[in-house]
């Protein structure tokens, strides 16, 4: 267990993350679960946070240099 505290976004290329994102989107919509959106939501906050970026100019960023 000590080696998931390794574990940093920067394992993630940005194709992945942005897959991620989409997936978790994609999941919320099929199965009508709001669990997946909120976890969508969440990591897109703390990551908007962590780069000072509006959600839509991250996004644009993932979309944009996949």
């Known amino acids: 267990m000590e080696l998931?505290?390794?574990v940093t976004i920067n394992d993630l290329s940005?194709?992945?993350?942005?897959?991620?994102?989409?997936?978790?989107?994609?999941?919320?919509k099929k199965?009508?679960?709001p669990d997946?959106?909120?976890l969508r939501n969440s990591i897109v906050k703390e990551l908007c946070f962590l780069?000072?970026?509006s959600e839509e100019q991250f996004l644009?960023?993932?979309e944009e240099n996949c």
């Open 4 to 6: 998931i505290d390794q």
């Open 14 to 28: 940005k194709r992945d993350l942005l897959l991620i994102i989409k997936s978790l989107e994609f999941t919320s």
């Open 31 to 33: 199965t009508q679960n």
């Open 36 to 38: 997946f959106i909120e």
């Open 51 to 53: 780069t000072e970026t």
């Open 60 to 62: 644009n960023y993932l």
